[in-house]
């Protein structure tokens, strides 16, 4: 009966680590490939910023040409006007 009762509890411990180990990894595998979905999308963000950080400095620059572009003519204009 004793041998009877060690080699349950012998099956019964390594069905439970089995069953155990199977449990964690499935949720180790869940845990990763969510983590993996988020450093993806983390990817994505970053190189939309990127770009529209890209596009807003191209905007600057055709602005600040644009606006230096009237300053010299507004400074012309008040040049001639003194004049007169």
Known sequence: ????LKQNII???IEFI????SVYFAFWLTKQGEE????KIERQAVT????????NAIQLDK???YHKE???HLSTYADSV???
């Open 1 to 4: 009966m004793k041998i009877k």
């Open 11 to 13: 099956n019964y411990s």
């Open 18 to 21: 089995f069953i155990f180990s």
């Open 36 to 39: 993996a979905k988020i450093k």
């Open 48 to 55: 939309m910023l990127h770009n529209e950080l890209k596009e």
């Open 63 to 65: 602005s600040f040409e």
């Open 70 to 72: 009237i300053t010299e």
């Open 82 to 84: 003194d004049r007169c």
